[in-house]
């Protein structure tokens, strides 16, 4: 199944939509701010890939970053819940976790941190020490799982099309890559799978819908004057779907 031409304007229509917005400067973040630059700076570059593997016949990488791409989705749309809190909470997981990696250092690669000043060190221990009682599920900023977030936030529907098939596939799952599997004697070790097209058109789509939640709340927190072009975005994918 090709990417359809309706498809592809849809792409092209939020694509447009991103570098439009992007060009918008930003005085005097909020903690809250800065978090949608980083997601919506992150989710466009993932967005792009996505276009460029399918493009190329990649369906399967192509979910596989979709993924990621909803991760982000799911976590932006959660901080948006709570602003100001959840934007300190994302934030400063950071210090959480480089406590983590500076433990892990210091018990396999010790000589690794000769050239840290211990004022670097004791100030990375102090902002650990500050937060650590913030992050009670160590290897979770929000406190939840993804499956979670996506039920509080009501996307069941869109993690039970999208997650479980993509995770599958990042993770290698035999029911996500048995086309693979080679199933008959005397073939090459090389095996070419025939659900590549099928995954470009579904990475596209999803991908669509997930940026287009994000850039959602981008329009909505800076009143940008883009909520027609998304609106006609969402319309076209529900067209699509019938």
Known sequence: MEITNQMTELYD???QAAENMGQIPIEEASEYDRVLQLFFSRARRTFRAVRLLADHGYGEQALILVRTLYEDTVNLLYISTNPDRLAKLFLEYAH???FKYLQYLQEHYPESLKLEGS??????IQEYERVRQNYPRGDSWSGHSISRLARMLYLDGLHETLYKITSDLAHGNVAGVYHFLVTRDNR???????????YATQSVILAVECFRLILNEVNRHFKLPFGEALEH???GLADLSH
């Open 13 to 15: 229509e939020l694509n």
């Open 96 to 98: 959480f976790r480089n």
């Open 119 to 124: 004022d670097t060190l004791h100030n990375l």
């Open 188 to 198: 090459t070790i090389g095996v070419q799978s025939g659900t590549s097209l099928d």
């Open 233 to 235: 975005t969402r319309r």
